[in-house]
């Protein structure tokens, strides 16, 4: 009695191809996860650079503070910000703050008061 050799598992050619197949699909969702994770931590500076603005255009605009250089601490982190008075014309005085984090602007706010008078 001859038994027939059938074909019960794969090859090793067919299972080196998968191999490679599942390695690129893998590399693409690792390359992809940090792509991400890098989009979030630029968001998250840039959302906590924006609070800082408005927390200085508010106290230039309410006239809490003169000065027109800075640094603040905010969510463990250090950011350095400038205020600019460029137009004050008809009685408004407009504020322009512009916030840095490690050298970069990361945030634009324009403010105004309406001087009495």
């Known amino acids: 009695m001859r038994h027939e050799r059938g074909r019960d598992g794969f090859t090793l050619i067919e ?3 998968a191999l490679a197949v599942f390695a690129l699909a893998a590399m693409a969702l690792v390359k992809l996860s940090l792509e991400s994770t890098r989009t979030t931590a630029i968001m998250e500076r840039k959302a ?5 603005a408005d ?3 508010a106290e230039a ?3 809490f503070s003169s000065a027109c250089q800075g640094q603040i601490e905010m969510a463990g982190r ?19 703050v512009r ?3 490690d050298g970069e602007q990361v945030a634009r706010r324009l403010a105004h008061r309406v001087d009495a008078g």
């Open 99 to 101: 916030v840095f984090s």
């Open 61 to 63: 605009a309410l006239g």
């Open 15 to 17: 299972m080196l191809v």
């Open 48 to 52: 906590l650079g924006g609070i800082v």
């Open 55 to 57: 927390k200085i255009a």
């Open 78 to 96: 250090r950011w350095d910000w400038v205020r600019h008075t460029p137009v004050s014309r008809d009685g408004v005085t407009v504020f322009e």
